[in-house]
């Protein structure tokens, strides 16, 4: 099974390495950057580092996808001016891992380069998301042993609490890579509102029955779907890829995107898309091609 996200409402977790990388919102952008603003990139990346990681061929993808994410965001900076450069990419995940190695690979991913930046760093940025990524859920994988289990990913409580302060800044054009399998679950936050809730995993999506031809119509009339975590977000764009299967059910993965793309309209979200897991060299075009064509 996959975990996924949600979270405690009285009391919002607190990711130091998350502190430590957010990009603050400015309303004070020069007037060249300004105009410029959807031609610098802010690309956040949500790791799902869950119990999916357990799973070898997870761990091989992820590592590949982020290093197209990397590959894609550098020949963007190759393609600027060096006094335009103002492009930024950073690694999240929620809630924090006990394990401060793993944060201090979170931190050696973030990137930034600016007009006072060399280019020459480029390959640098290049090795760091070639190299990291597999050392990243190795540790991670240790560390679930050492707490005695996976905690989940709490994607949902991420964009209650931290995807405004985090993941958006008035003079860029915001982008956020999630790499989960769409399953939501997190043990501190698990909510319902009527058939509305904070999670959805493999046995709660198989108790809603959803599971011949009319799902479209049953989630409709019975109003299925995530509980909206926040509102407003008209300038984040969402990459969503691994929507991925757990049971025999084989409207699963249209399940899912459908939750998913329910819950980002109920956010303000204008641009997402939502992918299955796939081969490196297929999801690498996903990437390149949402990340370059506005």
């Keep these: 099974m996959v975990s996924g996200c949600a979270k405690d409402e009285k009391e919002p977790i607190s990711n130091t390495i998350e502190k430590k990388n957010s990009i603050k919102r400015s309303n004070k952008c020069p007037d060249y950057i300004l105009k410029g603003k959807d031609n610098n990139l802010n690309i956040s990346i949500l790791l799902d580092l869950s119990d999916r990681i357990e799973n070898l061929k997870i761990k091989e993808k992820d590592s590949a996808y982020l290093s197209s994410l990397a590959e894609v965001f550098v020949n963007h900076v190759k393609s600027k001016k060096l006094i335009l450069l103002e492009d930024k990419m950073q690694l999240f995940f929620n809630p924090e891992p006990s394990d401060n190695r793993i944060n201090g690979i979170a931190e050696k991913l973030k990137i930034s380069f600016t007009k006072e930046t060399s280019k020459s760093n480029l390959e640098d940025a290049l090795k760091l998301y070639s190299e990291y990524p597999s050392q990243l859920y190795t540790l991670a994988q240790e560390d679930a042993k050492a707490v005695k289990g996976y905690p989940g990913s709490d994607i949902w409580s991420f964009f209650k609490d931290n995807v405004k302060d985090y993941c958006i800044d008035d003079c860029h054009r915001n982008v956020l890579v999630i790499l989960t399998d769409g399953y939501m679950f997190y043990n501190k936050t698990v909510m319902k509102e009527k058939n509305k809730t904070s999670y959805l995993t493999?046995?709660?999506?198989?108790?809603?029955?959803?599971?011949?031809?009319?799902?479209?119509?049953?989630?409709?009339?019975?109003q299925f779907g995530f509980i909206q975590a926040t509102s407003g977000l008209d300038d984040l764009e969402i990459l969503v890829i691994g929507i991925t299967s757990h049971n025999d059910n084989p409207?699963?993965?249209?399940?899912?995107?459908?939750?998913?793309?329910?819950?980002?309209?109920?956010?303000?979200i204008k641009k997402y898309k939502i992918k299955n897991a796939g081969i490196p060299s297929n999801i690498e075009k996903v990437i390149s091609d949402f990340i370059q064509k506005q």
């Design 202 to 222: 493999p046995k709660s999506l198989k108790n809603l029955q959803l599971n011949n031809g009319d799902w479209k119509q049953k989630i409709k009339e019975e």
């Design 251 to 268: 409207y699963a993965k249209d399940i899912i995107k459908t939750y998913w793309s329910e819950w980002l309209d109920s956010m303000g």
